[in-house]
Structure formats: structure tokens, C-alpha cells
């Protein structure tokens, strides 16, 4: 079993910054993909960006140049950090783990962009 505990959303003005963490504990894949996807009130759960246990980064188009993702594989913790932020990425954050036979989803951590 494998368990995803993440932090760092909150309220932050457009154009401010936020790190999120996400720290994965248990019987972990040694080839893995970490990565967060957001979900907004009545839209599905879309992919923000991922990397992979050999450090592989992959963005969506939306958050190409404002966003970076990095990993720890030592702590097995992975970060987004997200700058100018804009209030379309506001929505519930998810931390998610896949490798081999195991898909693990964090419990999701708010992030609101507004004035």
C-alpha cells in the first residue's frame, strides 16, 4: 500500500506563487511517474504536469513556462512549483503516483488564484 500526503495550496493573489509538496510513503515502484493534475467545479480531472523516477518532466501547454516539477527520489516527495499564477488555475490539486500495477491518488490540496 502506498500513501500520498500533500501540502503548500492556499489562497494567492494572480500573478503569486505557490509550492506544492507531495510526499509518497509505503511499498513504492522503484519505476515510477509522479505527477498533479487539478480539477475545477464541474470539469475533469486534467493532468498539470509529471516526471519520472529518472527525472523526465512533462508539462501541459497551459502551464509550460510558469510551472516546474521536481522530485526527490531519496524523501520520494514531489514539488509544483507554480508562478504566475493565473485565476484559471484555481481548482483542487492531486498528487498521483503510477508504476507497474500501482495508481495512487493523494487526497488533493485547494489552490485558489483571486484578487
Known amino acids: 500500500q502506498v500513501q500520498l500526503v500533500e501540502s503548500g495550496g492556499g489562497l494567492v493573489q494572480p500573478g503569486g506563487s505557490l509550492r506544492l509538496s507531495c510526499a509518497a510513503s509505503?511499498?513504492?515502484?522503484?519505476?515510477?511517474?509522479m505527477g498533479w493534475y487539478h480539477q475545477a467545479p464541474g470539469q475533469q480531472r486534467k493532468l498539470v504536469a509529471s516526471?519520472?523516477?529518472?527525472?523526465?518532466?512533462y508539462y501541459a501547454d497551459s502551464v509550460k513556462g510558469r510551472f516546474t516539477i521536481s522530485r526527490d527520489n531519496v524523501k520520494n516527495t514531489v514539488y509544483l512549483q507554480m508562478n504566475s499564477l493565473k485565476p484559471e488555475d484555481t481548482a483542487v490539486y492531486y498528487c498521483?503516483?503510477?508504476?507497474?500495477?500501482?495508481?495512487?491518488w493523494g487526497q488533493g490540496t485547494q489552490v485558489t488564484v483571486s484578487s
Open positions: 516526471i519520472t523516477s529518472l527525472g523526465a518532466p
Open positions: 498521483n503516483l503510477n508504476g507497474g500495477l500501482q495508481n495512487y
Open positions: 509505503g511499498s513504492i515502484a522503484s519505476i515510477n511517474v
